[in-house]
């Protein structure tokens, strides 16, 4: 009676039943008990939950499927955004090439120019001095154009590495988000919205850096896109600052805002207010994954109609520590 009463009186528990043709099934089992003058009366209910259990198997195979198809949506999210950034900086350097071709060509027709006068023994002083000044103002040009285009090949390549990877390690958050904003300059320089950044350099982080640059590139192309649709300039802010083991990051923008409804339902796979016009809906539900999952932190949203939309952010200092 003491096992009876401590596992089965008065509650339901799953067994397994036995058919009469051999074949078994899962079935819910209740027991009660009543005293009778006489002695205990037993009382046992037994239900058939084969449909509940195969219901329950295929809800979990299901979740299990939309689970797989959202992951693989948002690595291609992901691909897609990292294929942008390809194409914005293999624009962005054909600039700085291409100056820099121009001023290499032109200092050789010049080169060319003054080695015949050397031949025919023409050179006077004055020909000379304006030789050496152009040779110093186009090397200066091609060695200005090329330190830019090898400065948007380094601050693409480290943000592409760290994106296309998971590994956390040490880094300066600062200086690392204006190289994510190099990356980003193509993007940037179709507008007139200005980009601010305060921290300070020395503050580090170890976390993943990749995840922390698909943040702030998903919520600047999400300002560029959604928050400033009708503004023709704007103010996007960011502010990190320390606290105790903690990093908190403010994100703002000066853009049209949102009502609360739209900034309740901001992280919510697959919604946008632009569904007609290519958004697939899953740029700040990635945010939000990433921030909550990858950097183990947590993320909030603030916005009003006509005044703009805030995110802050707060994740650990050193993701060792908080594992």
Excluded: W
């Amino acid at each position: 009676m003491k096992t009876l009463d401590a596992k089965i009186i008065g509650t339901g528990r799953e067994v397994v039943g036995l058919r009469k043709d051999g074949t078994t099934f899962p079935m819910d089992l209740s027991v009660s008990v009543t005293e009778l003058q006489d002695g205990l009366l037993f009382t046992g209910i037994v239900r058939d939950i084969s449909e509940r259990k195969a219901a329950d198997k295929e809800l979990r195979n299901t979740l299990e499927t939309l689970q797989k198809t959202q992951n693989e949506l948002v690595q291609v999210e992901k691909m897609a955004s990292l294929g942008g950034l390809v194409a914005g900086v293999a624009h962005e350097i054909n600039t700085p090439v291409g100056i820099g071709v121009t001023a290499a060509s032109y200092l050789k027709d010049r080169s060319r120019e003054f080695d015949q006068s050397f031949k025919d023994g023409a050179i006077t002083k004055s020909q000379l001095a304006k030789f050496i000044e152009t040779a110093e103002q186009s090397t200066t040009m091609i060695l200005t154009n090329l330190t830019r285009a090898a400065d948007l090949i380094r601050s693409f390549k480290q943000v592409a590495v760290d994106q296309t990877s998971s590994e956390p390690r040490q880094f300066n958050v600062g200086p690392y988000l204006e190289e994510v904003l190099v990356s980003l300059r193509p993007q940037l320089k179709q507008t007139q919205h200005d980009v601010i950044v305060e921290c300070d350099p020395e503050i580090e982080l170890n976390n993943d850096p990749g995840s922390l640059a698909q943040v702030v590139t998903n919520l600047v192309m999400n300002s560029l896109i959604h928050g400033f649709e009708g503004v023709e300039k704007g103010d996007i802010h960011m502010k990190v600052v320390e606290d105790g083991d903690a990093l908190v990051f403010e994100y703002s923008d000066s853009g049209r805002g949102m009502d609360e409804e739209t900034c309740k339902k901001i992280f919510d796979p697959f919604f946008t207010t632009r569904r007609g016009a290519g958004g697939s809906g899953l740029g700040m539900n990635i945010v939000f994954n990433l921030v909550t999952q990858t950097l183990r932190g947590t993320i909030s949203c603030e916005s009003a109609v006509g005044e703009g939309t805030k995110f802050t952010m707060t994740f650990p200092r050193d993701i060792a520590q908080a594992a």
